[in-house]
């Protein structure tokens, strides 16, 4: 079993910066990646970064290439999301998501995660 709690969400400014933390436990160290997505109101969830815990890779849609990093700690207890130039479009609830234990590789498809905290909301102001 793995628990995801997000924290760090806010309202901001267009142009300013947010960082999202996830706190997660259980058995973390059978997880191989995680994830971050979003859902604004009347829309589909989507995806916006991925991270391997093996070699540390990540992935991002386009959409926030260049604007969103995601990182997360040796232990892989702490998962993060620093978005900067933040832009009103960005207004959504973000998720962090972890898959089942042993599953692998790396995904970008929520139907690939099996965990996922109760998420933090992020309103970007113009």
């Known amino acids: 079993q793995v628990q995801l709690v997000e924290s760090g969400g806010g309202l901001v400014q267009a142009g300013g910066s947010l960082r999202l933390s996830c706190a997660v436990s259980?058995?973390?160290?059978?997880?191989?990646?995680m994830g971050w997505f979003r859902q604004a109101p009347g829309k589909e969830r989507e995806f916006v970064a991925a991270?391997?815990?093996?070699?540390?890779?990540?992935y991002y849609t386009d959409s926030v290439k260049d604007r969103f990093t995601i990182s997360g700690n040796n232990a892989k207890n702490t998962l993060y999301l620093q978005m900067n130039t933040l832009k009103p479009e960005d207004t959504a609830v973000y998720y962090c998501?972890?898959?089942?234990?042993?599953?692998?590789?790396?995904?970008?498809?929520?139907?690939?995660?099996?965990?996922w905290g109760q998420g933090t909301q992020v309103t970007v102001s113009s």
């Open positions: 998501a972890a898959p089942q234990i042993h599953k692998g590789p790396v995904s970008t498809h929520g139907d690939d995660y099996h965990y």
């Open positions: 259980g058995r973390t160290s059978s997880t191989y990646f």
């Open positions: 991270i391997s815990w093996i070699g540390r890779s990540t």
